[in-house]
């Protein structure tokens, strides 16, 4: 594991035992040793192959996400119930007028006291949910989701990318594959950036569903998607391609009762030994040029000279 990663793991533990501290009347030392021992034998668990996986990304996204959410929905309980004792008092000001006995500078005095109360209050509560929105925006920048389409994210792609280059050789084929939405920005200018998200989300799933365990899918950016293929010939590269290409031109999205069709353009070329991370994403992104250029929803490669 990665130094960031065991950092990630003892922060939410830590996180998760001071909640389980809190939500208790009376911890005790032996519950605290409970959740320590439980915690490191489900950590101890997961095997280091799949602590990268989708899934467990997902976990951990969603883990914190939670605690985020309850953070929020305890200080939105505190501001309420700050406001019901304000309105209790309120009420009470308001009685004591109605039993004809006014005592101007006393109401003026209180009222100005519930106002002081409410403006103090209001501005806690945007304090918190200022340091709120810092947390979601922090998480999603350090993790290796998209937080739109739920998969892989650029961060994630760098990453992978360097570890397979950083082999310079390695036992089995590798294909990349770049693809890009075609006429992405007529939907969003037809239909608005809520449409354009909805078609981001949609081509994301079918993408994940049409690939097999081993490949990965990750969001480059904007309308863009990379594809990692591994252990498959050209052949079976085409296939698979062409495969993706007919179930999205051939399936439709229903938003507010209309029918939105795309198509995707791909760029694709194979790891040879001695590439780049930016190797392979230049090739890609050339093959997928030529795929523009050629009338979109077509696939077009970009290998090397000596065929590889």
Do not use: W
């Not at 925006?137 to 290796?144: F, Q, V, Y």
């Not at 799933?205 to 309308?223: A, P, S």
């Amino acid at each position: 594991m990665q130094k960031e990663e065991l950092q990630s793991l003892v922060t939410q533990m830590y996180d998760e035992l001071m909640q389980s501290i809190e939500t208790q009347e009376h911890p005790t030392q032996a519950q605290v040793v409970t959740f320590l021992q439980d915690a490191t034998s489900t950590i101890s668990s997961i095997p280091n192959s799949e602590l990268d996986s989708t899934e467990h990304a997902k976990l951990a996204f969603t883990n914190t996400y939670k605690k985020i959410a309850a953070d929020s929905l305890t200080s939105y309980q505190q501001t309420n119930d700050t406001f019901e004792e304000l309105s209790e008092v309120h009420k009470k000001v308001l009685s004591e007028c109605d039993q004809g006995h006014i005592d101007l500078t006393c109401i003026t005095d209180k009222f100005n006291d519930i106002q002081l109360q409410m403006a103090n209050e209001v501005k806690r509560a945007n304090e918190v949910i200022t340091d709120l929105n810092t947390k979601v925006a922090e998480l999603e920048r350090n993790s290796n989701l998209d937080s739109l389409t739920k998969i892989f994210n650029r961060r994630a792609l760098t990453t992978y990318l360097n570890n397979v280059c950083s082999k310079k050789e390695i036992p089995y084929a590798l294909h990349l594959l770049l693809l890009d939405i075609d006429d992405f920005k007529v939907v969003n200018d037809t239909y608005g950036h809520v449409a354009g998200d909805k078609v981001l989300i949609y081509i994301a799933n079918i993408l994940r569903k049409t690939l097999r365990d081993g490949d990965k899918v990750f969001r480059y950016g904007g309308e863009e998607f990379v594809i990692v293929l591994n252990r498959i010939d050209a052949h079976k590269c085409l296939e698979i391609t062409n495969r993706i290409l007919n179930l999205i031109r051939t399936n439709q999205l229903i938003y507010k009762g209309e029918s939105l069709s795309v198509t995707m353009s791909i760029g694709a070329t194979k790891y040879h030994k001695g590439d780049t991370p930016n190797d392979l994403i230049q090739r890609a992104d050339k093959a997928l040029y030529k795929s523009k250029n050629s009338g979109k929803d077509q696939m077009n490669s970009e290998v090397l000279l000596d065929g590889n």
